[in-house]
């Protein structure tokens, strides 16, 4: 994506308190984009250029744009998220104009909130003064969350990192931090993604003596 259409997308983002739709490759496309420019930037003979100079530049604001619009979707997203925990309204559109790796973001924090919350505030005390009904439902929503964060320990695959990459946050909503051959453990859908680009190496118990 060109830069221009980039910032016109920030600024339209920017605009409006929704989430609005944006390309679903728009972070792949855009660093593929980022990759041509470096290579430029890095087989220059002459590293002092002007050309070179604006090509540091463009770098440098496509990766600036990019970073801006990730923070100001993640905002969005929090507050979706917290809207959604407390059992309020939110617009299913918004919901399909999340891009994958966006909705799992937000799918982690409704739980990480949930879980929080119902350690902090037991639902023996959350349902002090509560209708019958709604006291009950909020038990159920409890322990399900308790059976989902099961599951999701019971789902994680050993793996080890074959490149640095930025800090993320887990569908177990826990934030992780990578680095050149690490070995971790992560949840089996985020190993998944990262196994398809190659930033991991999933290992299976006989790879171990």
């Not at 949840?187 to 171990?208: G, H, M, Q, W, Y």
Request: include cysteine; proline fraction near 5%.
């Amino acid at each position: 994506m060109q830069l221009d259409e980039l910032r016109s997308l920030l600024l339209s983002e920017r605009e409006t308190g929704r989430l609005l739709a944006i390309p679903r490759n728009i972070f792949e496309t855009t660093d593929q984009d980022l990759a041509s420019l470096l290579d430029d930037v890095y087989g220059t003979e002459d590293p002092f250029s002007d050309r070179i100079r604006v090509l540091v530049e463009r770098v440098s604001s496509v990766r600036e744009t990019l970073h801006d619009l990730f923070i100001l979707r993640s905002q969005k997203i929090l507050t979706l998220a917290r809207t959604q925990e407390e059992g309020q309204y939110i617009d299913r559109d918004e919901l399909k104009r999340m891009l994958p790796e966006e909705k799992e973001m937000f799918d982690a924090i409704v739980l990480a909130i949930g879980h929080a919350r119902c350690r902090l505030i037991p639902p023996a005390v959350s349902r002090a003064g509560m209708p019958r009904a709604a006291a009950e439902q909020e038990a159920e929503r409890c322990a399900g969350i308790s059976a989902t964060e099961e599951k999701a320990v019971a789902e994680i695959s050993l793996s080890r990192v074959l490149s640095d990459m930025e800090p993320f946050m887990g569908v177990d909503g826990r934030i992780y931090h990578l680095r050149h051959e690490d070995i971790v453990t992560l949840p089996s859908r985020n190993a998944e993604v990262l196994c398809d680009r190659n930033i991991i190496l999933t290992l299976k118990p006989s790879s171990f003596p």
